[in-house]
């Protein structure tokens, strides 16, 4: 597995619009070959800062499959004008995992 880290900070005062915007654009990745998950991380002492973690089989799914779909340009007009600055997306492989999570 691959984790996509992307630091996401979006213009001052378009928050809302933007959280709007990923709902829909999320659906896209569903649907892509190799997509495991994805979450959407507010920061709290920087209002306008997101964190988004997508989950990939493999690196060549995010870099390949989604980056090189017509899918993508649908994404890219859903979003990208909401970064300033736009983010550097890096990818990240387990080297320990462990953990104890919360239940609902």
């Known amino acids: 597995m691959v984790l996509e880290v992307a630091v996401l900070t979006v213009k001052a005062g378009a928050q809302i619009e933007f959280e709007n915007a990923f709902q829909r654009a999320s659906t896209i990745l569903v649907d892509m070959p190799g997509y ?32 090189r779909s017509p899918e993508y340009q649908t994404w890219r007009a859903l979003l990208h004008h909401f970064y300033e600055p736009f983010p550097t997306v890096e990818h990240y492989e387990t080297v320990l995992s462990h953990g104890k999570f919360p239940q609902s």
Do not use: A
């Not at 920061?43 to 390949?64: A, F, G, M, P, S």
């Open 36 to 67: 495991i998950s994805c979450e959407l991380q507010r920061c709290i002492e920087t209002k306008n800062q997101y964190v988004l973690l997508v989950r990939w089989q493999t690196l060549e799914d995010h870099t390949l499959g989604f980056r």
